[in-house]
């Protein structure tokens, strides 16, 4: 079982849309959490942090559920731009440092 | 923000050739890099994690002695795919970032580095 879980989607949405993406983790020790966004054959870009009490930046909302070993990433008003596969990451310790742990994404397409 | 500047951007080179891709942190410094790889359609995956002045740490089923990862400053850290062939290609995408008040700090990435082995 891959240690964190993402529907690869693709979920087709149409200009407007509210869209939400859900996603797994299965280390309880876990300790942050992040939405990253990457565009086909670029770089990922963190999109935002995770955090226990939900945070919301513009359009987009995050959510975490320490219990579940859940996370969310909820897009209002999708624009064609939002188009990217969307990764969820976690993070935990590794011996002295902390090592990233990144789904597989979840790609969105927003049509016109 | 944070800025990771990652070269070369595209590799061509035949079998055989050893590579070497760099990594450096342009407005902070990064005691830990991180080495990732991606295949089509497949998620990032952790390779190595890149330690300024001592060794790196490798993941399992990585070989240290293919990928060999140099760390001699606190603003850069290389990659060097050893006698690459085909299955080697890839992207590879350095990452840096730092724990603070025992919160680890979003990393940044560099653009990535798409590797073909002819």
């Known amino acids: 079982r891959k240690e964190v879980e993402q529907d690869p989607g693709p979920f087709n949405v149409p200009e407007g849309a509210t869209v939400a993406f859900n996603c797994t983790y299965s280390n309880s020790a876990s300790q942050s959490f992040f939405w990253y966004r990457q565009d086909c054959r670029k770089e990922p870009k963190l999109l935002m942090s995770?955090?226990?009490s939900g945070n919301e930046d513009g359009r987009f909302t995050a959510q975490l559920n320490r219990a579940s070993q859940y996370i969310s990433l909820l897009i209002r008003d999708s624009k064609l731009s939002d188009s990217a596969t969307y990764l969820c990451v976690v993070s935990h310790l590794g011996g002295a440092t902390n090592k990233l742990i990144f789904g597989t994404g979840t790609l969105l397409a927003v049509q016109p | 923000g944070a800025v990771v500047s990652q070269h070369p951007s595209w590799v061509i080179c035949k079998s055989g050739t050893s590579v070497k891709i760099e990594c450096r942190s342009l407005?902070?410094?990064?005691?830990?890099m991180f080495w990732y790889r991606q295949f089509p359609k497949q998620s990032l995956m952790l390779m190595a994690t890149?330690?300024?002045?001592?060794?790196?740490?490798?993941e399992q089923g990585v070989e240290k002695d293919k990928f060999l990862i140099n760390h001699a400053s606190l603003t850069l850290s290389t990659l060097t795919v050893t006698s690459a062939h085909p299955e080697d290609s890839s992207f590879y995408i350095c990452s840096a970032g730092h724990h603070d008040r025992g919160r680890t700090q979003p990393q940044h990435f560099g653009d990535g580095t798409r590797l073909s082995i002819l």
């Open positions: 890149s330690n300024e002045g001592s060794k790196a740490t490798y």
């Open positions: 407005d902070f410094q990064a005691t830990t």
């Open positions: 995770v955090y226990s």
